[in-house]
């Protein structure tokens, strides 16, 4: 019922910079947050940022700290992952999550198919 989409992955150097996407869709009532979650091979998935919409607030990850912002387009139910100074550790498949509700009862926990990033010399 809710589909969601990232994009923006890319093979990058050893300190560049990348913006990933993540577009929800479908019949979304309310928002509870979007994040961006990374999964390295043979790794645990890991968490990366979020955006909470109410209150209206951010978190990231200590790896990731000081180096990613995110950030959200409210009237499109889209976040955006700016990701500065890459490192090769931060090489992964990221996935995008939404949580919220699709009614006023109907809760909805979703997740897009990954967009990858590859942080290589």
């Known amino acids: 019922q809710v589909q969601v989409v990232e994009s923006g992955g890319g093979l990058v150097q050893p300190g560049g910079s990348l913006r990933l996407s993540c577009a929800a869709s479908?019949?979304?009532?309310?928002?509870?947050?979007m994040a961006w979650f990374r999964q390295a091979p043979g790794k645990d998935r890991e968490f990366v940022a979020r955006?909470?919409?109410?209150?209206?607030?951010?978190d990231y990850g200590d790896s990731v700290k000081g180096r990613f912002t995110i950030s959200r387009d409210d009237a499109k139910s889209t976040v955006y992952l700016q990701m500065n100074d890459l490192k090769p550790e931060d090489t992964a498949v990221y996935y995008c999550?939404?949580?919220?509700?699709?009614?006023?009862?109907?809760?909805?926990?979703?997740w897009g198919q990954g967009t990858q990033v590859t942080v290589s010399s």
């Open positions: 999550n939404i949580r919220g509700y699709i009614t006023r009862f109907e809760s909805v926990d979703s």
């Open positions: 479908g019949n979304i009532f309310t928002i509870d947050h």
């Open positions: 955006f909470l919409w109410q209150p209206v607030s951010v």
